[in-house]
Every structure is written in structure tokens, then in C-alpha cells.
């Protein structure tokens, strides 16, 4: 029945289901970047022994080369990886510290409650940029940084959205039942209420991963990436401080840009076809 159940949400859902295969496709990417690669992403390639700048697309050069002579295809390949890294590790993050703190807030209640509900104001009034950027000055800029970041940043959201389920599951009769019978907080918070709040945090989760990618594409062009790391941000970066964009060189910043923007769009299309999906009598309005 819920096999059924998803046949007829994907057929009627295709938006979602692009949304599916641009993460498909970026992650066959990450994962066989070595052998689709036409080139090393550091290799400086030379043509009749000069460096290969601003080489034009061709069959050996597939997105051309950039201005120190590497190869943009393989950058762009091979960046597939920091993107997902960053993405999945800061959605991981976001969806763990989230529906942990917002289901001790939900079923605990009192002084627990009021805590963690201040917290989230305080870390929701934080702008996202400048912290992130503080931090990457106080401490090593790179991925970790941006992971961190996202993870202390976003994960309000997702509280208070399991907070608010957690607060109407714990009045259920089951959860009174397993009271009854002598289950102990812990156990009803972990095994009863917890599998019911999963989906929805995961919903939330594929939101943070759009959120990351485009907090490490922005740390990596205003510099405060990790130069030793080939991603699509620290690409826009390099094509931003070499001119390519006065240079008409939009084979070297384009393509980055729009992996970052269809990374993101899928991530938005998958949380609104599963929010259906979660939700079936909401609806259309």
C-alpha cells in the first residue's frame, strides 16, 4: 500500500521527481569524478607548450580552461563532491540537533521548554553571513566551518516545527497507554514519539542541504573558503577575481553558478513534494 502510495505521488508529482534526479545526477558525479573527469581539476595544462589560458571549448577542454590553465569541466566534476560533503553533513546536523532539542522541549515541557524556546530566538536573531564569517575568522576557514555554521544557525527551524508535532502527539492515547505501562520518559520520547516526527524533520532537512551549499559558495568567494578544496564557490571566486565575467569568459562562472542554483531548486522542489506527500489533506490552495 505505501509502495502504491509513492507510484501515485510521483506520478503526480513531477516536479519532485526532477528534483530527484538532479541529486542522482550530481551524486554519480561526486562519486565517479575520478574516472569522468577529463582532466586532474589542479593540473595546469599547456597547449604547443604554453599554458593553456582561456583555451575555448573543445573536445580536449570540454568547458575550457580558466585562466591558470586548468581544466573548468573537471573543476566543475570534481566540486560535486564538497557540494554534497558540505550539504548532507550540514543537513545531517541541522536534522539531529533540531528534532532532539524541539522533542526534549515538546514532551518535556516546564522550565525545559522555556529554555530551549529562548535559545531559538536568540539563535534566530543571529544574521546568518556575518556569523559565519566571524567564525571562519576566529578559527580555520573551510567546509568545517561552513558545516558548523549551518548547524548552529538553522536548526531552530526545525525545533519549533517538532516541537509544535511533539506538543500534539504527547496528549495521544497510545502515548498515555505506554505511560500506564510503566515506559519511562526516555522510551516514549526515543521509540514512540520519535519515528512519528522523522519525516518531517527529514523534510526540513532537505531545505538545510540548499542552505549549505550556498553558504559555502558564498564563504568561498568573499575568500573565507578553504583554497585547498576544489568547490563551485571557491570556482566563482577565481572567475570573479580574474575578471571572466568582462573577459565574456561565461564558461568559467556559469556553470558553477547554475550547479549551485539547480542543487538548491532541487532541494526546494523535493521538500514541497514531500510536504504533499506527508500531508495529503492539505492539499492545493
Known amino acids: 500500500m505505501r509502495a502504491s502510495r509513492i507510484r501515485r505521488f510521483l506520478a503526480s508529482e513531477p516536479f519532485a521527481v526532477v528534483g530527484v534526479a538532479i541529486y542522482a545526477v550530481i551524486i554519480a558525479a561526486a562519486l565517479l569524478a575520478d574516472r569522468i573527469a577529463p582532466h586532474d581539476p589542479r593540473e595546469i595544462l599547456r597547449i604547443n607548450r604554453r599554458i593553456a589560458r582561456y583555451a575555448p571549448m573543445s573536445g580536449d577542454f570540454w568547458?575550457?580552461?580558466?585562466?591558470?590553465?586548468?581544466?573548468?569541466?573537471?573543476?566543475?566534476?570534481?566540486?560535486?563532491?564538497?557540494?554534497?560533503?558540505?550539504?548532507?553533513?550540514a543537513a545531517l546536523a541541522v536534522v539531529a540537533i533540531g528534532t532532539l532539542l524541539g522533542l526534549l522541549a515538546g514532551y518535556l515541557g516546564g522550565w525545559v521548554d522555556k529554555v530551549l524556546t529562548r535559545l531559538a530566538d536568540i539563535v534566530l536573531g543571529l544574521p546568518f553571513l556575518p556569523t559565519m564569517l566571524v567564525l571562519a575568522a576566529l578559527t580555520r576557514p573551510g567546509v568545517w566551518t561552513v558545516i558548523v555554521t549551518v548547524s548552529l544557525l538553522l536548526w531552530p527551524n526545525t525545533a519549533r516545527v517538532i516541537r509544535s508535532q511533539v506538543l500534539s502527539l504527547r496528549e495521544r492515547a497510545w502515548v498515555e497507554a505506554a505511560r500506564v505501562t510503566g515506559c519511562s520518559?526516555?522510551?516514549?520520547?526515543?521509540?514512540h514519539i520519535l519515528p512519528q516526527v522523522?519525516?518531517?524533520a527529514a523534510l526540513y532537512g532537505s531545505v538545510a542541504i540548499g542552505w549549505a551549499i550556498l553558504a559555502e559558495a558564498a564563504a568561498s568567494f568573499l575568500g573565507f573558503g578553504d583554497p585547498d578544496v576544489v568547490s563551485w564557490g571557491v570556482?566563482?571566486?577565481?572567475?570573479?577575481?580574474?575578471?571572466?565575467?568582462?573577459?565574456?569568459?561565461?564558461?568559467?562562472?556559469?556553470?558553477?553558478?547554475?550547479?549551485i542554483l539547480m542543487m538548491v531548486l532541487a532541494g526546494f522542489m523535493i521538500s514541497r513534494g514531500s510536504e504533499k506527500l506527508l500531508f495529503p489533506k492539505l492539499g492545493d490552495k
Open 185 to 191: 520518559n526516555t522510551r516514549i520520547m526515543f521509540v
Open 235 to 259: 570556482m566563482l571566486q577565481d572567475a570573479y577575481a580574474n575578471q571572466a565575467m568582462s573577459r565574456g569568459a561565461w564558461n568559467w562562472f556559469a556553470p558553477p553558478g547554475a550547479a
Open 198 to 200: 522523522l519525516p518531517l
Open 63 to 89: 568547458l575550457g580552461t580558466t585562466a591558470g590553465g586548468a581544466d573548468i569541466a573537471s573543476q566543475l566534476i570534481h566540486g560535486a563532491r564538497a557540494a554534497l560533503e558540505v550539504g548532507l553533513t
